[in-house]
């Protein structure tokens, strides 16, 4: 009787330890995101993904470099906040490997005004501030070109800066800015080029408030489409499971209700 009793309590310790008697949960799927809107985004999947067996981790990026860095290092699993044009100049300055799984959507670049209100109050020496990373700038530099503020030199493409500028008929005069910086910089220069994202964060809308912003049905919306990037060759089930979320009607609902033009899905 004695050595059944050890055997029940012996029995009971072993599935009393942490671990034992029952399956341990996987480890989040990590995305590092910026705030507005990829990481609104990944707030609306999530519980969508979990339905689906995936559970994932948002770590919040208020940059355009870390987010790579730490996907890179292995400290994520995925990040959101940048297009295509970006990732591939990323990878060729930094000696990074990343790709994009999935285009999600765009944010049309806006030109809102400053000081001046509208295009025709821009005087000669004006300011106007543009980001400074690479794709970014050039996509602002096209923006200006498009409504006739400047041209830019036809050779320059996608890295094109203040420095391939041709013709600058006001002499409008370029502050280069981090894009996170431009929105709180507005009223110190007459119009600024707002990355859509920190336009959005900023409760401005390229749609609504913007004197002129890229077409949602021009060639710059299926080239700077937003996307989630992973390490390159990753083929992980959640990965795939987060492209078909990511792409689903669901959230193409939700781009358009939520955003009102200033998110335009492209799926």
Not at 172 to 200: C, H, M, T
Not at 212 to 220: C, I, V
């Given at each position: 009787m004695r050595r059944k009793i050890l055997l029940v309590l012996a029995l009971a310790m072993v599935f009393a330890l942490p671990g034992c008697g029952k399956k341990e949960s996987a480890a989040a799927f990590r995305i590092g995101a910026t705030p507005v809107p990829h990481e609104e985004i990944l707030n609306f999947v999530k519980p969508i993904l979990e339905e689906k067996g995936v559970a994932i981790e948002i770590v919040q990026f208020t940059d355009y470099v870390q987010p790579n860095l730490a996907l890179q290092n292995e400290e994520l699993d995925a990040n959101f906040f940048q297009h295509a044009p970006y990732l591939e100049d990323f990878n060729v300055k930094n000696n990074t490997q990343l790709s994009s799984a999935v285009e999600v959507h765009f944010e049309p670049l806006g030109l809102f005004p400053g000081k001046a209100s509208r295009l025709e109050d821009l005087q000669e020496g004006d300011t106007v501030a543009v980001p400074n990373d690479t794709t970014n700038e050039a996509r602002a530099l096209l923006l200006l070109e498009e409504v006739g503020l400047i041209k830019v030199r036809d050779d320059a493409g996608l890295e094109a800066t203040i420095?391939?500028?041709?013709?600058?008929?006001?002499?409008?005069?370029?502050?280069?800015?981090?894009?996170?910086?431009?929105?709180?910089?507005?009223?110190?220069?007459?119009?600024?080029?707002?990355?859509?994202?920190?336009?959005?964060?900023?409760?401005?809308?390229?749609?609504?408030?913007?004197?002129?912003?890229?077409?949602?049905?021009?060639?710059?919306?299926?080239?700077?489409?937003?996307?989630?990037?992973?390490?390159?060759?990753?083929?992980?089930?959640?990965?795939?499971?987060?492209?078909?979320?990511?792409q689903s009607e669901e959230v193409r609902a939700f781009l358009e209700e939520k955003y009102q033009g200033a998110v335009v899905p492209v799926f």
């Open positions: 420095r391939d500028i041709e013709e600058n008929p006001k002499n409008l005069q370029f502050v280069e800015l981090e894009a996170a910086q431009i929105a709180r910089s507005l009223q110190d220069v007459s119009v600024a080029v707002i990355n859509g994202n920190y336009a959005i964060e900023a409760g401005l809308n390229a749609a609504t408030d913007a004197l002129a912003s890229e077409d949602k049905d021009s060639l710059a919306a299926q080239t700077f489409a937003n996307i989630v990037a992973v390490r390159t060759g990753d083929q992980r089930e959640e990965i795939r499971i987060l492209k078909e979320v990511l």
